[in-house]
Every structure is written in C-alpha cells, then in structure tokens.
C-alpha cells in the first residue's frame, strides 16, 4: 500500500528563517512520483514540484529546494528566507510509476510566516 | 488554456435535496480526478476516470455519490441526498499521459455547506 506522512501539522516561523518541510513515504513500487502542492488560503492547490524515484538530485528554485532520498524514503522541502506569502498548507504527494494514477495525498503541514 | 474549471465555487443546501458538481478538465487531458478534502480525513480521492470511462471508485463513500463523464470535456459529481457529513471541498483535477511531466492540474475546487 502507498503512503505518504508528514508529521508536522503546524509550523510556525518569523520571516527570514529558513523551515524544512519532512515528508516520508511507503510505497512497494520501484517507479514512482514525488509531489508537492502548495494551498494558499484562497484554496487552490497550486502545484510545485515532481520528482520520479531515479532522479535523486536535490533540485533548488530560488528560495525553495527539495531534498530526495531514497534510503530514507523522505523527500523534504525547505524555504530559506521564509516570507510572509509563503504561508500556506503545503501537501506532499505519490503516485504510481503508471501513467496517470491517482495522487495520494499526506495530511498537509500548515506554515505560518510572521513579520 | 483556462485550467481546470469547476462550478459552482460555493454551494449551500439543505440535507435531502441533491447536489451537482461540475468540471470541465483542460482540454486534451485523458484523465480527470475528483478529490474531496475535509479537516478529518485530509485530501481523499472519491474516482478517477481515464478517457471518460471510470478507471477507480472505491473511493466514493457511499451509494448517494455518483459521478460520470459524459464527454471529455465535462464531469459531473453527484450527492442524492445530501447529508451534512457531506460538506467539504471537492476538488477536480486533470492530467495527460502526453505532457513531458504529467503532472495534475486542479480546479479552484467547490466549498459544500449542507445544512
């Protein structure tokens, strides 16, 4: 069975700190996809990143990067430079390697930035 | 390409009567998903359907949801009778096997408030 956990249900930061987001994951497939989304509090789910389980390069895009490891099954996200936009309730994600498969979502973790 | 479109953004009715979701998926996707999102159980996906026929269902709650995909271009999701364990967000979602990421595009979602 597929699963995805974020243990942290709330952070809190003040703006400028870096925050890492965990997300651990369980899933028998050997190809398989790697999301984040991101809800802002008008509700949309805007998408962030996909990863496929070969590719484990870290990959960073301005103040976001995501770190993937396969030994841990964790694939986390940090913001360096927190700011006040960037609170939201972020949602790790799986999918099979299948094309097209439904994503399984985790609980989300919601950030809150301070000024 | 407008997104993924969802109607209505928000509707309010009372337990008994029925209710209808509608989507319409960006068009030349071959997938379409409807998720609903609650406080308890997070994001959870209700059906998916590939190429208008329904690919996964087990996880529509009970015999009051429905959903069916006419055409590829419209969807809808069906609560008869609405109760009021029911409200949520539902969101809608489309994907294709041909785009270079296939990644999943979501609607705006629909906020239910049965009451």
């Known amino acids: ?115 | 390409d407008a997104g993924v479109i969802q109607s209505p953004r928000h509707e309010v009715t009372e337990m008994g009567q029925e209710v209808t979701l509608r989507c319409k998926p960006i068009s030349g996707h071959d997938y379409l998903f409807w998720y609903r999102q609650t406080m308890m159980r997070g994001l959870e996906l209700l059906i998916y359907f590939n190429n208008n026929v329904p690919i996964d269902d087990s996880g529509m709650p009970e015999d009051r949801f429905s959903a069916k995909m006419p055409n590829a271009s419209f969807s809808t999701l069906k609560i008869q009778p609405s109760e009021p364990r029911d409200s949520a967000v539902y969101f809608c979602a489309s994907s294709s096997t041909l785009s270079p990421n296939y990644g999943y595009t979501f609607g705006s979602g629909t906020r239910l408030t049965v009451v």
């Open chain 1, 1 to 115: 069975a597929q699963k995805v956990t974020q243990a942290q249900t709330e952070i809190s930061v003040v703006e400028k700190e870096d925050v890492t987001l965990d997300c651990v994951y369980e899933t028998r497939d050997t190809t398989y996809y790697l999301f984040w989304y991101k809800q802002p509090p008008s509700g949309e789910l805007v998408f962030l990143i996909r990863r496929n389980s070969f590719d484990e390069q870290n990959e960073i895009r301005g103040r976001y990067s995501w770190n993937f490891q396969k030994s841990t099954s964790s694939f986390n996200f940090t913001i360096t430079a927190s700011q006040v936009v960037d609170s939201a309730v972020y949602f790790c994600a799986l999918s099979r390697g299948q094309a097209g498969t439904a994503l399984i979502f985790g609980k989300g973790t919601t950030l809150s930035v301070s000024s």
